[in-house]
């Protein structure tokens, strides 16, 4: 169980009873709220509530806006009408509405047809209405009405016509087709997963997937290893190999494999065949013997660690450093400090789907504010740790469409099964995060922004994004929920650096894990220049070159163009510990 930070006292004998039963009301109070978070799913009602009342109270408070929406319900209303009259006197039954290019719910040709048609007809301009009602309110703040906004959307998403058997002309057609046994596959299912979830097995744990088997299986030793980290060193596959290594620092969050998935889908790979020495760092899962170690402690046993290790192995005094998500905003501060303190070991720094800024880090900011970090606090005060699984359902509320109802659609109603392949069973390999390093990760920097605004502290000083003077390869996915692509971009404006951007097709973790001959791949890529003033990502995206296949190569060949001195004989591989993929990765 782990203590809660209490108010301190400047003489400790000066304590009154008044002072002592306040701790134990916190105490109380903590207690309570991590029992309330096991029903929330980790959402804290008050912040919901914040929300509900600042749109609902400025809502009352607007007759105006109220007519308007009271004509924009009667005009929809008129507009459902004339559009069943036109289905009932077969006049045609042109659409009220269209659903949205990425909204696959609607996609087969029967939702066209009577009387499904009807019922997405109806359900669209429900949800166009709803759009109305919460936004454009007069003293409604933009984050509380994109919040309630959203909150709408899980609500309507939840009575989607697509969800019900009845309803889904889809699910009817294949309950016809195979006399109901898809409903008998599909409880199946649910009852697979109802046991997987109550003896808490990892989901696709028998997917046939395992790693060290055939998945992480790039051949390497663990050449370091400390509290916080296994440094892995792969070996080389070329005769030569450039003279600069490269350090690659993935998230804490996550697993280090998804940069090491199938052989022909390994970042890591890809690297050592274009003539690269790789090292990676692989986070230990902590526990709750964890929790006090915070996020200097992770720069430090990190990446700080690792560039002292791959320095004395390799001898090289420049080190070409990425990281991955939250590894990436890890490796972005470790980069600054260096720099402050006159450390010029890294020769540039790449970010695959970072942010060192998070003013605009999209819907998943809806779930972060003072009310929700104090709530995660107190969730995680009895473990001394976050669970993957106290975290999932705010990364499913953000893509609730095909995450949940799309997933009971298929799997429950459908009876479909789906196959495994090595990114979803990566994506099942969860983590936790220590109390400490979440609160300090999600108060300094993400409700915060103090990395981005110079406040951050790292020793007895600050550092700041400014600081950074490294050239920068930086990579944004479009259609990124965790770290949007126009966030990620800010590094431009941020750093005084040269910049190379890449906005490639994909999400948060497909975009990345984009290798060469990948089907329907591409990319835009530009790179700033010293006369450059900082572009808008609008202007950015119209000046960008647009290019076929993966950002792989582009990455390669930048890499390159950043390589100081001739090949060399690959350097030997430092004092073996174990074989890759390690220990730490193993962690449950």
């Known amino acids: 169980m782990t203590k809660r930070p209490v108010k301190t006292h400047t003489n400790p004998k000066a304590r009154t009873g008044h002072d002592a039963m306040a701790d134990v009301a916190e105490t109380i109070d903590t207690a309570a709220h991590a029992a309330l978070s096991s029903l929330t799913g980790g959402l804290s009602p008050a912040a919901l509530g914040q929300v509900y009342a600042d749109w609902a109270l400025h809502l009352a408070a607007s007759p105006g806006k109220q007519a308007e929406l009271g004509v924009s319900a009667v005009e929809k209303f008129a507009e459902f009408q004339s559009y069943l009259m036109r289905c009932a006197m077969s006049q045609g039954d042109k659409p009220c509405l269209q659903s949205g290019k990425r909204d696959r719910r609607f996609r087969h040709p029967d939702w066209d047809a009577k009387p499904f048609g009807a019922y997405k007809q109806g359900f669209l301009l429900a949800q166009q209405w709803w759009e109305e009602a919460t936004t454009g309110i007069h003293g409604v703040s933009a984050a509380n009405e994109k919040a309630v906004g959203f909150a709408a959307r899980q609500v309507l998403d939840a009575m989607s016509p697509a969800n019900f058997p009845m309803t889904n002309p889809e699910i009817i057609e294949k309950t016809v087709e195979e006399n109901g046994a898809n409903i008998m596959r599909g409880y199946q299912n649910y009852i697979d997963d109802m046991k997987h979830t109550v003896l808490h097995e990892r989901f696709g744990a028998d997917s046939g997937y395992k790693v060290g088997e055939n998945l992480a299986v790039t051949p390497g030793k663990v050449v370091f290893r400390n509290h916080l980290i296994e440094l892995i060193q792969y070996e080389p596959t070329t005769d030569k190999v450039c ?181 979803m069973s990566w994506n099942a390999d969860t983590t936790r995060m220590p109390y400490r390093m979440h609160s300090e990760y999600l108060r300094k920097l993400f409700l915060n922004n103090d990395f981005a605004e110079g406040k951050f502290m790292v020793g007895d000083n600050t550092v700041t994004p400014y600081d950074i003077r490294l050239p920068i390869f930086s990579v944004g996915t479009e259609t990124d929920h965790v770290a949007p692509w126009k966030s990620a971009y800010k590094v431009e404006q941020l750093t005084h650096s040269p910049v190379t951007f890449v906005l490639t097709n994909g999400g948060h973790n497909a975009g990345v894990v984009s290798e060469p001959g990948h089907p329907r791949r591409h990319y835009m890529v530009h790179s700033s220049k010293d006369e450059d003033q900082y572009l808008s990502p609008d202007h950015w995206q119209d000046i960008a070159e647009h290019k076929d296949g993966s950002w792989w190569p582009e990455w390669v060949a930048w890499l390159d163009a950043q390589q100081q001195g001739e090949e060399i004989v690959p350097p030997k591989m430092g004092k073996a510990l174990c074989d890759a993929p390690g220990t730490y990765v193993m962690m449950e």
């Open 243 to 423: 003279p600069e290594p490269v350090l690659i620092v993935p998230a804490w969050i996550m697993k280090y494999y998804i940069l090491d998935l199938s052989p022909e889908n390994s970042m890591v790979k890809y690297l050592t065949e274009q003539g690269y020495t790789v090292f990676m760092i692989s986070w230990r899962n902590p526990g709750a013997e964890d929790a006090k170690l915070g996020f200097d402690d992770y720069r430090r046993m990190g990446p700080l660690a690792a560039i002292d290790e791959v320095q004395k192995i390799t001898g090289s005094s420049r080190i070409h450093a990425a990281g991955y998500c939250l590894g990436g905003t890890l490796l972005s501060v470790t980069a600054a400090a260096m720099a402050r303190d006159g450390d010029e070991r890294l020769a540039s720094m790449t970010l695959f789907a970072a942010q060192i800024d998070f003013t605009e880090a999209g819907e998943l900011m809806l779930f972060i504010n003072e009310s929700q970090v104090s709530f995660l606090e107190d969730m995680m005060w009895k473990t001394g740790y976050l669970d993957a699984t106290q975290m999932s359902g705010a990364f499913q509320l953000l893509r609730s469409s095909d995450l949940v109802w799309s997933r009971i659609q298929h799997e429950y109603l459908m009876g479909e099964k789906p196959r495994f392949n090595d990114l």
